[in-house]
């Protein structure tokens, strides 16, 4: 097992830039996660660690060796494809054997150890068969079986469960995480699922456009975004964006007044765009929200759809007569609208009028110039204060 | 209502069975409107055989394509099989009694099989046709497999403009190259001479391997970048990050699940030397053991006074039989890698 390191990566082609000077470390034994939406350069990033693609500048390390100019077969990586990959010539036995024959381990170490990695993967009884006769999720095992037996430094996987069906995709992924866990391993894992994302990483790296965003931990991607990306990017449904302009004691957005002191945002100032990002579940009805330690003024909105999904009701709320009839636009960046999660046994009926308020310490505020975030949670000591804030001198 | 089982007036328009019924106006034809598609029994009363075999042919089309089918099977079959057959008789008929041979040979004399090995050693014609068709095919397949992996996988710039050169060099008449390759087969290399003795590649089977797998090869460029460019990357990948070098993964990977492009080419190619006339006939002076192929071979029971025409018939068919063996064995392997290499993208 090993570190890798990656040094100022860019990758062009022709003109177009694929990978823009991405920097990160992966620390041995972790399981890193690249996410990001198609084309963000997150399979070309993989590919440079790989060996499959040579980066046009910066340099890769793999423990504390730079393998930039090594062609994949000496770095001691193993690769887990999208598409599987398994050579259809071979069967499953001569497929999972295919890297220790070709380094010439005697037959009967190579019969062992293959032995052991389809264990792993529960393969047994399955070593003569072909590629084509197996299942998707039986191919994909010995996909991975095929990674594992050669002990490899750094398990990279491309996006191994999109081929996989529903059910059988959040299967394998318990399974990936078991075998994260018993092989120690240092996995980079590539996904455009977010979930997978969530649920699997030590570290998520957020890419979009061919630039790192953000790399942390799940939960610090969920609750601090550093941008507008990461922050639209990671859950769903997507948190609400409401464009607004910073004034005097507060942001002031088409429908609704936010009372906060601009002078704790900095990098921006009095008339500035500032846009407020809250997430489904931070938005409550009035009179569910007295266990909130900080809502805001009561919000006027009128309830339009309701999708009920089972544990939770996703209600989408317009903010104005002027929404009305322009659903058509994603209700995550209209201005005018906003979504709400609440528990199914809530009380509430389309085309309803209700007063909504939103959790304070949940807020997020970004510059709407940059995209950058300027402050999570609008509640801390000073705010908690009575008379210091601008809201509670307005009301 | 009429009665459906009255006799039908040929130029009654109305229609016979249904006039109650709103009739389609374009079934009123100008003939007068038999209604010889509707109504079969009725209908074949007032029509002659001709009539008769095109209303069914329109009706059931697949008979008569079956028809055409056989036509020109058989018109196919009988000009490529019937001069065969015409060779056998020749052979079969002793010599000195070859008139009027049309189904049936003059008498019967199956020894000519034997006697073409006796006359001359027709045997090491064929050995030398053999490494010479052989050697080619393994140069072509070796050298195409290359560029059919740059051309099929691999972006470069000039890649199409390269690859219409290459194509255009097959259009190329043999003859054109003919006098400088001559030229240069008959100059003494002096690092030539361990293997040749005089130092000239004329009469080796250089001298024919050469210029023929040139030839040849763009045929075989062509079909193998068309098999290795449906290769899916990720096989490729996945043989490189498994401890291969984009050559290895191009012998363990791509070329074996591309065996029935590598079949067609290589058997292609064994076939066009082999039965190769231009070069075979000049880049040797015909001797057996200066490499000659069996064109030479049959050309040599051409005597000064005599043709030993039966036995050049004879010999012809021996030369024939490798090739039509060959020809059988690997279509079943190109059959058999068609449905066995099902690959999952």
Same mark, same amino acid.
């Given at each position: 097992?090993?570190?890798?390191?990656?040094?100022?990566?860019?990758?062009?082609?022709?003109?177009?830039?694929?990978?823009?000077?991405?920097?990160?470390?992966?620390?041995?034994?972790?399981?890193?996660?690249?996410?990001?939406?198609?084309?963000?350069?997150?399979?070309?990033?993989?590919?440079?660690?790989?060996?499959?693609?040579?980066?046009?500048?910066?340099?890769?390390?793999?423990?504390?060796?730079?393998?930039?100019?090594?062609?994949?077969?000496?770095?001691?990586?193993?690769?887990?494809?999208?598409?599987?990959?398994?050579?259809?010539?071979?069967?499953?036995?001569?497929?999972?054997?295919?890297?220790?024959?070709?380094?010439?381990?005697?037959?009967?170490?190579?019969?062992?150890?293959?032995?052991?990695?389809?264990?792993?993967?529960?393969?047994?009884?399955?070593?003569?068969?072909?590629?084509?006769?197996?299942?998707?999720?039986?191919?994909?095992?010995?996909?991975?079986?095929?990674?594992?037996?050669?002990?490899?430094?750094?398990?990279?996987?491309?996006?191994?469960?999109?081929?996989?069906?529903?059910?059988?995709?959040?299967?394998?992924?318990?399974?990936?995480?078991?075998?994260?866990?018993?092989?120690?391993?240092?996995?980079?894992?590539?996904?455009?699922?977010?979930?997978?994302?969530?649920?699997?990483?030590?570290?998520?790296?957020?890419?979009?456009?061919?630039?790192?965003?953000?790399?942390?931990?799940?939960?610090?991607?969920?609750?601090?975004?550093?941008?507008?990306?990461?922050?639209?990017?990671?859950?769903?449904?997507?948190?609400?964006?409401?464009?607004?302009?910073?004034?005097?004691?507060?942001?002031?957005?088409?429908?609704?007044?936010?009372?906060?002191?601009?002078?704790?945002?900095?990098?921006?100032?009095?008339?500035?765009?500032?846009?407020?990002?809250?997430?489904?579940?931070?938005?409550?009805?009035?009179?569910?929200?007295?266990?909130?330690?900080?809502?805001?003024?009561?919000?006027?909105?009128?309830?339009?759809?309701?999708?009920?999904?089972?544990?939770?009701?996703?209600?989408?709320?317009?903010?104005?007569?002027?929404?009305?009839?322009?659903?058509?636009?994603?209700?995550?960046?209209?201005?005018?609208?906003?979504?709400?999660?609440?528990?199914?046994?809530?009380?509430?009926?389309?085309?309803?009028?209700?007063?909504?308020?939103?959790?304070?310490?949940?807020?997020?505020?970004?510059?709407?110039?940059?995209?950058?975030?300027?402050?999570?949670?609008?509640?801390?000591?000073?705010?908690?204060?009575?008379?210091?804030?601008?809201?509670?001198?307005?009301? | 209502?009429?009665?459906?089982?009255?006799?039908?007036?040929?130029?009654d328009t109305r229609g016979t069975d249904d006039g109650d019924r709103p009739r389609d106006p374009t079934l009123h034809r100008p003939d007068g409107g038999t209604n010889v598609l509707k109504e079969g029994r009725d209908a074949e009363l007032d029509r002659g055989p001709l009539q008769q075999w095109a209303a069914d042919s329109i009706q059931n089309p697949e008979r008569v394509y079956r028809a055409l089918f056989y036509v020109a099977a058989i018109f196919f079959l009988f000009t490529t099989l019937f001069p065969f057959y015409w060779l056998l008789m020749v052979a079969l008929t002793p010599e000195g009694q070859l008139q009027d041979i049309v189904f049936t040979p003059n008498g019967f004399n199956p020894g000519a099989f034997v006697e073409v090995f006796e006359v001359i050693p027709f045997h090491v014609y064929m050995f030398n046709s053999f490494v010479i068709a052989l050697a080619s095919t393994a140069v072509v397949l070796v050298i195409a497999s290359l560029a059919g992996y740059a051309f099929g996988r691999l972006e470069f710039p000039g890649r199409t403009p390269l690859?219409?050169?290459?194509?255009?060099?097959?259009?190329?008449?043999?003859?054109?190259?003919?006098?400088?390759?001559?030229?240069?087969?008959?100059?003494?290399?002096?690092?030539?001479?361990?293997?040749?003795?005089?130092?000239?590649?004329?009469?080796?089977?250089?001298?024919?391997?050469?210029?023929?797998?040139?030839?040849?090869?763009?045929?075989?460029?062509?079909?193998?970048?068309?098999?290795?460019?449906?290769?899916?990357?990720?096989?490729?990948?996945?043989?490189?990050?498994?401890?291969?070098?984009?050559?290895?993964?191009?012998?363990?990977?791509?070329?074996?699940?591309?065996?029935?492009?590598?079949?067609?080419?290589?058997?292609?190619?064994?076939?066009?030397?082999?039965?190769?006339?231009?070069?075979?006939?000049?880049?040797?002076?015909?001797?057996?053991?200066?490499?000659?192929? $069996?064109?030479?071979? +049959? =050309?040599?029971?051409?005597? %000064?006074?005599?043709?030993?025409?039966? !036995?050049? #018939?004879? *010999?012809?068919?021996?030369?024939? $039989?490798?090739?039509? +063996? =060959?020809?059988?064995?690997? %279509?079943?392997?190109?059959?058999?890698? !068609?449905? #066995?290499? *099902?690959?999952?993208?």
């Amino acid at each position: 097992m090993a570190r890798v390191r990656l040094e100022n990566i860019t990758k062009r082609y022709g003109d177009e830039t694929a990978v823009d000077d991405i920097s990160l470390e992966v620390e041995d034994g972790e399981f890193v996660t690249f996410v990001g939406p198609s084309g963000c350069g997150k399979s070309t990033t993989m590919e440079t660690v790989a060996g499959l693609t040579e980066p046009t500048e910066g340099r890769v390390y793999i423990g504390d060796d730079d393998v930039t100019g090594l062609a994949p077969k000496d770095r001691g990586v193993a690769m887990v494809f999208q598409n599987i990959a398994l050579f259809p010539h071979m069967d499953v036995y001569e497929n999972i054997s295919f890297g220790l024959r070709l380094r010439k381990y005697d037959d009967e170490e190579v019969r062992r150890r293959v032995e052991e990695a389809a264990d792993i993967v529960q393969l047994e009884g399955m070593l003569d068969r072909m590629p084509a006769e197996m299942s998707g999720g039986q191919q994909q095992r010995v996909g991975i079986a095929r990674a594992i037996v050669r002990n490899p430094d750094v398990f990279l996987m491309d996006e191994p469960l999109a081929n996989l069906d529903a059910k059988l995709r959040v299967h394998m992924r318990t399974e990936l995480q078991r075998l994260h866990r018993e092989l120690d391993a240092t996995v980079i894992y590539v996904t455009h699922d977010q979930a997978e994302a969530m649920t699997m990483s030590n570290r998520i790296a957020v890419l979009n456009d061919g630039k790192l965003q953000q790399i942390a931990p799940p939960l610090v991607c969920y609750n601090e975004p550093t941008n507008l990306f990461v922050a639209g990017f990671i859950g769903s449904p997507s948190m609400n964006f409401v464009e607004g302009t910073l004034v005097e004691g507060g942001l002031e957005t088409n429908n609704f007044t936010i009372g906060l002191d601009p002078g704790r945002l900095s990098g921006v100032s009095i008339g500035d765009d500032v846009t407020l990002g809250v997430r489904p579940e931070d938005v409550h009805l009035t009179q569910y929200a007295d266990s909130l330690a900080a809502p805001t003024d009561p919000i006027d909105a009128r309830t339009d759809v309701l999708e009920p999904m089972g544990d939770e009701v996703f209600v989408y709320l317009l903010l104005s007569e002027a929404a009305e009839g322009s659903m058509d636009q994603d209700p995550a960046t209209s201005p005018n609208q906003l979504l709400m999660s609440v528990t199914p046994d809530t009380e509430i009926e389309a085309n309803e009028d209700v007063d909504v308020v939103l959790d304070r310490s949940k807020i997020h505020l970004f510059d709407t110039a940059t995209g950058d975030a300027l402050l999570h949670g609008l509640t801390d000591r000073s705010e908690r204060e009575p008379g210091t804030t601008p809201t509670e001198a307005d009301s | 209502m009429s009665d459906p089982n009255a006799p039908t007036d040929p130029n009654d328009t109305r229609g016979t069975d249904d006039g109650d019924r709103p009739r389609d106006p374009t079934l009123h034809r100008p003939d007068g409107g038999t209604n010889v598609l509707k109504e079969g029994r009725d209908a074949e009363l007032d029509r002659g055989p001709l009539q008769q075999w095109a209303a069914d042919s329109i009706q059931n089309p697949e008979r008569v394509y079956r028809a055409l089918f056989y036509v020109a099977a058989i018109f196919f079959l009988f000009t490529t099989l019937f001069p065969f057959y015409w060779l056998l008789m020749v052979a079969l008929t002793p010599e000195g009694q070859l008139q009027d041979i049309v189904f049936t040979p003059n008498g019967f004399n199956p020894g000519a099989f034997v006697e073409v090995f006796e006359v001359i050693p027709f045997h090491v014609y064929m050995f030398n046709s053999f490494v010479i068709a052989l050697a080619s095919t393994a140069v072509v397949l070796v050298i195409a497999s290359l560029a059919g992996y740059a051309f099929g996988r691999l972006e470069f710039p000039g890649r199409t403009p390269l690859m219409l050169l290459v194509l255009i060099i097959s259009f190329f008449p043999p003859a054109a190259f003919f006098i400088p390759l001559n030229d240069l087969f008959n100059t003494s290399f002096f690092f030539l001479r361990p293997i040749t003795g005089d130092g000239t590649l004329y009469n080796t089977p250089f001298a024919l391997v050469t210029p023929l797998s040139a030839i040849f090869m763009p045929l075989a460029i062509f079909i193998l970048t068309t098999f290795y460019s449906q290769i899916p990357d990720g096989l490729e990948d996945a043989a490189r990050v498994e401890g291969t070098t984009r050559l290895g993964a191009l012998f363990r990977v791509i070329i074996p699940l591309s065996a029935p492009g590598v079949a067609t080419a290589g058997v292609l190619t064994f076939i066009a030397v082999y039965n190769e006339f231009f070069f075979s006939f000049l880049m040797t002076d015909g001797q057996p053991q200066n490499w000659a192929p $069996i064109l030479d071979g +049959i =050309l040599a029971y051409q005597g %000064q006074y005599e043709v030993l025409y039966h !036995l050049m #018939a004879a *010999a012809s068919i021996i030369g024939v $039989i490798p090739v039509a +063996i =060959l020809v059988v064995v690997a %279509q079943e392997k190109i059959v058999s890698g !068609l449905t #066995a290499g *099902a690959l999952k993208e």
